[in-house]
Each structure stands twice: as C-alpha cells, then as structure tokens.
C-alpha cells in the first residue's frame, strides 16, 4: 500500500459533478448518491463492511451514462437485520422508489437477499457479488462479538483491515484495496461496530419468491474474503441464475475490475427488461459546472468533506442533480453493444454462465501490509507500556505516602 493515499483522477471528478444526498429519517441518517433518469427503474448498490456509497462510483458514471439510474447508498446505523428491512423500506419510501433492482457485494449481498425474502413485491432483481447465505460461520469466528458495540474505533478498524487480503496485488487490486482502506479511515466506530454486528447476528436468508432466472451470482475466480464453501451454497441455493465468472478481481472488483463488471451489471438490467434512456442523458456544461451554481457545488464539496462522525445538517439537493454528465456517442454504444453481444454463455451445471474475456498488463507489485504492520508495532507498544507506567505511578505515589507519614 503507498505511504499517502492520492485519490484516483476519475473519483475526483466523479465528486465534482455528482452530488452527495444526506436525509434523515426517523434516528438514521442515510447518505447515498442518485445518478441518471428518474423514469428508469433503479439500480441500488449495496456495499460489504468496508465500503461506502464512494465505492461504486466507477458503476454510477458509467451506467448514468448509458442511461441508466444508479443509486449508492451507505448501509445506516442498525442493530439488527429486522431493523436494517424497516429502515430501507423507509428509506426507499422516502425517495418515491418502489420498484428496484438490488446490487450487492459481502455484507451487502446478504442484506440485499433479507430485504427480498421480506419485502418481495418490491424487489425485481438481484445481482450478488461475493456474498453469502448466512451468518453462523462469521459469528464462530467472532467470541468478542457481545462487546463489539463498546471496543474502540482503532481496533474496530483493524479488525476490518486484517480481512483484507495484504497481497501482493496486481496493480488495479491494489489500487482498489487502497480505495477501500482509505474509506474505511472515514467511517466511526458506530459504523463500523454496527456492520459487524449485523455480520454476526445469527440469520440466515430463506428460500425467495424471486425467480432463480432474476438473479446474477458473479464472482471472482482469483480470491475474496469469503470463504469458497459459502460461495458454493449461494449457488446451489439458486440454481437456475445466471453465473458470471471474474477471472481476477479480488474482493472488489468493482473497483479493480470495472469494465467487466458494468458488462455484466448492463447484461443482467436488460435480461430482466430494464430499458435504458440514453436520450434523456443531460449534456454538462465544458465548465463541469453541472448546470448547477459552483457556489452552491463549493458549499456541498465542503459538506462532503466532512468526517461522518459529524451527523451534521442533512444535504438537500435539487432535481436535476440526478442527471448524468454526458450523453455518449454512438459510437461508444455501438462498440458497447458489441462488446456484450460478445459475451459468450456457457452452459454450467443447468446455470448460464457469461465469461467476458479478460486482458490486463501485469506492473510492479505491491502490498498493503507495510501499514497493517505498522499500527499493529504501534498498539503493541502502547499496550505493553501501559500497564508499567500504570505500576511505576502507582509504586511511586504509594512511596510518597509512606513518606509524608513518616515526616
């Protein structure tokens, strides 16, 4: 991982045309990101512990463009998946969505599949990345979870981190590792205590009313956090979806892997009739002003900037922040549409399986656990010097004592 993180070209732009919204409702605050045409049934994206609204940015910019709708949300402070369902419901309710189509990567995945097993009428499809079933195997893993709500913001952090594979990468993974690593720098210690106590908490999602035949499994064929034999029960639990298959990837291919993954994100919305509007596609001014006053996009940049522990006054943004910033050209489209007319499909034990071909140049690699190691020297030290000075200050007042008696 690099000394200092440098936020990639592409995200800083993406911050600079699209605007971050931030609603309370009821005692949670949702932050999230809504791009493209209104009309167009939306696709939301649901991200793992250690991801934020920022992380799918790559999937927004491109599927606005393609006319798609995409909505980014961060999973809010809950305690327990039947709280996580009302809470959604709520939220979606807010922003006039009744219909949508779930996309969701570990942590995500599974709260997108409780969400469909409780509110069916309201899910049309699922894609799921990495993810699993149930939760039994993480809260084995976890003794310490009854007190996860009361350890520290640092060890919280750690914890996370350390389940990230420390390499070494190929370049693009590594860039996405250091993106997530630097979003997860951004997060409380309520956010993170409350998604891995939704990580533990006994559930298991039950058989659907969705259809297999409206669902996406796509994985990554290299490694991920979660272990292969979950995996394999997400695929036997439905086995009439499609199977999408990364050759490389890592746990977020979304970042590491993006074109492929908007491939399969684009092939899946039209199988399940989701018709994209590229007309109604706003072109942005040359001055990346977004047809919106910079002054007002200098208040929201400053408001966004902000750490997450600061609640804050809740973001209210206008209608047409939800446009996309440039139509493509045809020619795009057409090397696109070409591009998933080449997908080829694969019978796999009865499940279509969609293999895009895959070419990257292997560069210097590099791995994240220069940093890992480094706090870790840190809180060892702090932890084995405490108790001495504890001791030393004690030995040395109880001497003072003695002494002032003895005068």
Not at 9 to 34: A, C, E
Not at 215 to 224: L, P, Q
Not at 239 to 267: C, I, M
Not at 332 to 343: C, P
Request: with cysteine.
């Amino acid at each position: 991982m690099k000394g200092v993180f440098l936020a990639p070209g592409d995200y800083i732009h993406f911050k600079s045309q699209v605007p971050l919204h931030k609603i309370p409702i009821g005692t949670k605050q949702w932050r999230y990101y809504d791009f493209g045409p209104k009309v167009v049934p939306p696709l939301i994206c649901l991200p793992g512990t250690a991801g934020t609204a920022d992380v799918y940015y790559k999937q927004i910019m491109s599927l606005s463009m393609k006319g798609y709708r995409v909505i980014s949300v961060d999973i809010p402070r809950v305690w327990n998946h039947q709280e996580w369902i009302q809470s959604f419901e709520k939220f979606l309710d807010a922003i006039d969505v009744h219909h949508i189509h779930l996309y969701g990567t570990s942590l995500g995945g599974f709260l997108a599949q409780l969400f469909a097993q409780h509110r069916p009428r309201r899910v049309k499809s699922l894609i799921l990345s990495n993810t699993f079933l149930e939760t039994h195997s993480f809260a084995a893993a976890m003794p310490w979870a009854p007190i996860v709500g009361w350890t520290p913001s640092f060890l919280l952090k750690r914890y996370v981190l350390t389940g990230i594979r420390d390499g070494p990468h190929e370049p693009f993974i590594a860039d996405s590792v250091d993106f997530v690593v630097s979003q997860v720098e951004t997060l409380s210690r309520d956010d993170l205590a409350s998604r891995l106590t939704l990580t533990v908490d006994r559930a298991s999602v039950e058989p659907l009313l969705l259809s297999d035949s409206f669902i996406t499994i796509m994985d990554t064929n290299d490694y991920s956090a979660i272990p292969q034999q979950l995996k394999d029960q997400l695929g036997e639990r439905y086995p009439g979806a499609r199977q999408a298959y990364l050759k490389t990837g890592g746990d977020f291919p979304f970042l590491s892997r993006p074109d492929e993954v908007n491939l399969h994100l684009q092939l899946h919305l039209r199988r399940v009739g989701v018709e994209a509007q590229p007309d109604l596609v706003r072109r942005i001014p040359k001055d990346g002003t977004g047809g919106s006053p910079s002054k007002e996009n200098d208040e929201k940049k400053d408001r966004d900037d902000q750490p997450k522990d600061s609640e804050g006054n809740p973001e209210n943004t206008s209608e047409e922040s939800g446009s996309p910033p440039a139509p493509e050209s045809s020619e795009s489209r057409g090397l696109d549409d070409q591009l998933l007319s080449n997908a080829e499909a694969c019978s796999i034990d009865q499940a279509d399986s969609i293999v895009l071909p895959h070419s990257a140049l292997l560069k210097n690699q590099h791995t994240v656990a220069t940093r890992i190691l480094l706090r870790s020297t840190w809180e060892f030290f702090i932890f084995s010097l405490l108790p001495f000075c504890v001791e030393s200050l004690y030995i040395t007042s109880n001497n003072v004592w003695k002494y002032r008696q003895l005068v």
